[in-house]
């Protein structure tokens, strides 16, 4: 039997690894097909001009490293999108509806992982809000599931409310598959902080372990529901 299609949709190159890079690699040792859509570019624009030399060199290396991570996490496809980093805002949410809206037509997935919609991340919150709008539930639509996944040095450090806080219900396994999305999260050297930064790969590390801990496995991804049909 064929596996299913999973779309995991990702604000910046490296969100996708640290989000559910676990969940990814568990996916694709199931035999489900598992693709990538990065909507922004990763390099920070708000004080870079696009022509800036500098700036395509980053945006260059950037990109061989999502390809370099979607290799190690054995993805069936990647899409690098190219709305400008740190300025979703700036684009009419529309626009980024139809690019998450036709990667949905064309894979008919059954299962969507985006980010939180309350993270710190101006980019992550219209992601979020983005991919729910597109996938919502019109007869005959495939995607069953939604989860929305946590990114370190975002979501844990959105504004204080007890109303919006990430708080899972929902927890991935990837006691076998932590090493993997480590190995996939250092193909980014240009994106991985050193300790004591929560985007450390010591720090992600933790994370994994701590969620593990708190529902009796060795490491695991926690995820807040958004859609959840069986």
Not at 61 to 87: H, M, T
Not at 127 to 137: D, I, N
Not at 169 to 183: C, G, P, R, S, V
Not at 214 to 228: H, I, K, L, N
Request: net charge positive.
């Amino acid at each position: 039997m064929l596996g299913e299609t999973i779309l995991v949709v990702a604000a910046h190159p490296d969100d996708e690894v640290l989000g559910c890079g676990g969940a990814i690699a568990r996916h694709v040792g199931l035999g489900d097909q598992v693709h990538i859509l990065i909507m922004a570019e990763g390099v920070n624009a708000r004080n870079m001009a696009p022509e800036n030399s500098n700036n395509r060199k980053k945006l260059t290396e950037l990109g061989q490293s999502a390809n370099r991570a979607s290799k190690i996490l054995g993805v069936s496809s990647l899409i690098l999108n190219n709305f400008p980093d740190n300025r979703l805002d700036s684009l009419d949410l529309l626009d980024v509806i139809k690019v998450i809206e036709k990667q949905i037509n064309k894979l008919k997935p059954s299962t969507v992982y985006t980010h939180h919609a309350f993270d710190l991340n101006i980019d992550h919150q219209l992601v979020s809000k983005a991919v729910f709008t597109a996938c919502r539930p019109i007869p005959g639509e495939t995607v069953r599931r939604i989860l929305f996944f946590e990114v370190p040095s975002n979501t844990e450090w959105s504004l204080p409310s007890s109303v919006h806080v990430f708080t899972p219900q929902y927890f991935i396994d990837i006691t076998k598959n932590l090493k993997t999305k480590l190995d996939a999260l250092k193909a980014y050297k240009t994106e991985i902080k050193p300790w004591p930064h929560p985007r450390s790969i010591r720090g992600v590390n933790h994370l994994a372990r701590w969620r593990g801990a708190s529902v009796g496995c060795e490491a695991a991804e926690a995820f807040v529901v958004g859609r959840f049909i069986i």
